[in-house]
């Protein structure tokens, strides 16, 4: 029985594995919701609190027919990959409190794309291989006595017209705003009202945990993209959501066994295609590891993939004073020193 269940486990896997062919257009349009994704997470990086803040992740599928390219002339075998890096540090990296404004440097890359050899390692810029980049440079000032921080910078992307953007942030308490240019047009504007109660902004744990967190987004076609993250249960159980103007787009139910965010995150999504058609996946996130099936989250960031399991080596780590904490976190881990990391005494 046992041999058999086992059996059923990898059936099950494989037969999923031979579902999902990117497209070159696919492929092309992943680059601006890249570039939007990017800007965000710096956004949520940079908070005048924060010392530092170091993110890492490559997703490498080595089945070719996994991720198998469909082109105008067939199907061709490849390696679809998205390698990113994300680094934001301060002249308070260290949390020991240095005296006046922390000025703050930043960037943000990726490469994605797919390739006929070996993507990691051997990126192939011939026939039947299309390999985006996009990086965003940011310098940040910020007062966290004050709950302030300004900043500004340029995103490059070498997609098939090569375009340098440039973009503002201004961020005061709970409140948050980017807008980015291009050439003189503005792109989109992205505030993030983030009512939800934080110990690492700090912030005393009251009614006002329960608040929900709220983003945004205006786009320059006359389109707006709401995200909303509730707290249901003592910042461990959440329920998120995102929808378009008149369309819903994903939901996810998310448990963290410590408001950190660090150790441990579960969960379950569901996310409505372009069609209308609702599907279902979820996924586990520990320190070094993500694994995924049908999440919504790789059907908006990896090309659209669905119907296979993604496996990412990731890092994603955030300072404030001596504590560590995820992205978009609550509260600092279990070990931290400070239990405000805001209110630092001066040194003598």
């Not at 680059?31 to 940079?46: G, I, Y």
């Not at 939901?251 to 569901?270: D, F, G, N, V």
């Not at 993604?310 to 780590?317: C, P, Q, S, W, Y």
């Not at 600092?332 to 805001?342: D, H, R, T």
Request: glycine content about 8%; hydrophobic content about 40%; charged content about 20%.
């Amino acid at each position: 029985m046992r041999v058999e269940s086992y059996f059923f486990v990898f059936a099950v896997f494989f037969a999923n594995v031979f579902a999902w062919h990117p497209t070159s257009q696919i492929i092309e349009e992943q680059v601006p919701q890249t570039a939007f994704a990017q800007l965000s997470d710096f956004q949520n990086a940079a908070r005048p609190e924060y010392n530092a803040y170091l993110a890492a992740g490559i997703i490498y599928l080595p089945l070719p027919s996994q991720s198998a390219l469909s082109t105008e002339w067939g199907i061709h075998d490849g390696f679809a990959a998205r390698q990113r890096v994300g680094i934001w540090l301060t002249n308070d990296f260290d949390g020991e409190g240095s005296k006046g404004p922390a000025i703050g440097l930043g960037w943000f890359g990726e490469r994605q794309g797919w390739d006929n050899e070996d993507f990691l390692f051997l990126p192939h810029r011939g026939d039947f291989s299309q390999i985006n980049q996009i990086h965003t440079f940011g310098l940040t000032i910020a007062d966290s006595s004050k709950h302030l921080l300004f900043g500004g910078g340029f995103q490059y992307l070498n997609a098939e017209d090569e375009t340098v953007r440039w973009w503002l942030l201004g961020t005061w308490d709970r409140f948050s705003v980017m807008p980015s240019f291009h050439k003189g047009n503005l792109q989109f504007i992205n505030t993030q009202l983030y009512l939800q109660a934080r110990e690492l902004r700090g912030d005393k744990n009251s009614w006002q945990n329960y608040l929900p967190d709220l983003e945004f987004s205006f786009f320059s076609k006359d389109s707006v993209k709401m995200f909303i993250s509730q707290n249901i249960f003592k910042q461990r159980f959440y329920i998120e959501g995102a929808f378009w103007a008149k369309d819903f787009a994903w939901a996810a139910l998310k448990y963290y066994p410590e408001p950190s965010r660090l150790i441990m995150a579960l969960e379950a999504t569901a996310a409505q295609k372009e069609n209308g058609k609702i599907y279902y996946g979820g996924g586990i996130t520990l320190p070094f590891l993500r694994v995924a099936y049908n999440h919504a989250d790789d059907y908006e960031n990896f090309f659209k993939s669905m119907g296979i399991w993604i496996v990412e080596i990731r890092l994603a780590i955030g300072t404030s004073g001596s504590s560590f904490f995820a992205l978009k976190a609550p509260k600092a881990a279990p070990s931290e020193i400070s239990k405000s990391p805001v209110k630092k005494e001066d040194k003598e």
